[in-house]
């Protein structure tokens, strides 16, 4: 909870002044008590209604005091806690984007959607509480003790006793039950979980008939977790009636000691009444605290979880100024060529196996190529390492003769389109999809609107996807729902390549981008590209040899390894990896006489 503290240093003044008030609301409620003995032993006993009268506006005036305390207090302690609820999830936020893969996939969506919403609400609740009670709660507490003192110093060591015994009860509750609301906070990303996995999945159960597993699955763990948080609530719960047992047998022995003294007349009526009120101050603050130390416990427990995100650093680091933005080009390390795999290895963070291993090759600049293989044979991985969404193990991957761990991230992203496996669109227009691709569209010094327009008027007609955004509603300006869920797959992936197609980027990643299309816009969308620019290297991901088959350099990848390279014709004759790819999606007669 510390390090997040630094999150209300733009907060200081209220951080402050919400405390202090109600340091001050509590300073005039302890001495409510003593204008209630004052009445009795002087305005009820001398029959002096006058005066009644007088002290009874005295405690409206405290009351009034009081309450515009209070609500300032409250005012400045929720602006607080809001303000730093907003600036750490901006950082946590941040913090997350500035993550790569290795990091997210380890951290995982369901945890750190549950840090993003439900752990700062935890935390901010705990921090508007703190603000308002943890100083207030233990003043009253101090405070009605001491005030106890100036009464009688006999009856006030009743409180000297009590007040201690309580607070080992809610510190010892409190100490044990923190870890329990680590492991329900555990608990609770398990649901999310599955909640999000079967939501996003709901077509394939539904498909497969699943409902009822999925239903008992879920049932489980939320079973498991209520179990939990049943436990826990039992526990906690226990805090509130063992401190009313201490306090109403503190009072019993209160108010029999007081009533012997007051018979031997060394106090008076009033001054039991003040004594017994200071009892009761006690007892109300101790059940605010009680409740405070909950929330605070979960908050605490919330705020280590947010911390071990905010402590995960990036494994890339950058070493490039940010400035950069040109590829260095022809330097002698790679002989020439525009791209080059040194004898890379690479492996997934705690994986048992290597995912990619001793792969090389070179690519001139301009050329296409197309990577194959059987599923987990690590193309994805292969095309990932380019825009370093993962850093190799062993190896170099060289970009314009130099390392892409030298050039700073937005210079080597903003020179290269990717399109990945599964097409992600966002809620907004087809323009503000678009836009995404288009490094400047936005700013005040960005590119001209109608030049915007045409760059992405000529992206779609590259993806073959001018066709059915002109039929929709709109056309640039038609709306696009969430995931793209008003589109079909296979429109989806379009946009998806327009919007990579979009920036002109030097190096284009197509990765298993066209599952969706048919043969015949498949053929179309790769001729496009080919022609779009002869300067842009394109890298073609598939499953289909008919997609790769005219590259000027194919991949056949195998387990990890490069189990061959060269054109179409050179692999159909040698490698039999390839061989055996082809033929399962050829005839070879057909083979043949297209040889």
Known sequence: ??????????????????????????????????????IVDTGISGRDYGYVWRMGGVLLLLAGIGLVCSVTAQYFAAKAATGFAASLRHSLFSHIQSLSFTEMDKLGTAAMITRMTSDINQVQSGVNLVLRLFLRSPFIVFG??????????????????????????????????????RKVQAGLDRVLGRTRENLTGVRVIRAF??????????????????RMQMFVGRFSACMNPVTYIIVNAATVVLIRTGAVR???????????????NYMSQILVELVKLANLIITVTKAFACADRIAGVL??????????????????????????AYIRFQHVDFSYKDAGADALTDIDFTVEKGQTVGIIGGTGSGKTTLVHLLPRFYDVSAGKVLVGGEDVRNYSLSALRHKIGIVMQKSVLFHGTVRDNLRWGIVDAGSENGIN??????????????????????KKEGGLDFEIEQGGRNLSGGQRQRMAIARAVVRRPEILILDDSASALDFATDAALRKAVRNASRDMTVFIVSQRAASIMYADKILVLDDGKIAGQGTHEELLASCEVYQEIYYSQFERSSSAMQN
């Not at 009856?155 to 923190?178: D, H, N, R, Y």
């Not at 402590?311 to 020439?336: C, H, M, P, V, Y």
């Open 209 to 226: 008939n699943r409902e009822d597993e999925e239903q008992e699955a879920f049932t489980a763990e939320n079973q498991a977790l209520t």
């Open 1 to 38: 909870m510390r390090k997040l503290l630094v999150y209300l240093k733009d907060y200081k003044k209220e951080s402050v002044l919400g405390p202090l008030f109600k340091l001050l609301e509590a300073s005039f409620e302890l001495f409510v008590p003593l204008v209630i003995a004052r």
């Open 449 to 470: 609107g109608a030049y915007e327009e045409a760059l992405m008027w000529e992206a779609l007609e590259i993806a073959q996807a001018k066709e059915f955004v002109e």
């Open 262 to 276: 007051v018979d031997n007349g060394i106090l008076t009526q009033g001054q039991v009444i003040a004594l017994v």
């Open 311 to 336: 402590e995960f650093s990036s494994s890339l680091e950058e070493t490039a100024a940010e400035g950069e933005t040109d590829f260095r080009q022809e330097k002698a390390e790679t002989g020439g």
């Open 144 to 181: 009605a003790m001491i005030m106890a003192f100036t009464i009688d110093g006999k009856a006030a060591l009743i409180f000297v006793v009590t007040i201690p015994l309580l607070s080992a009860v809610v510190f010892g509750i409190m100490l044990i039950s923190i870890p329990l609301y």
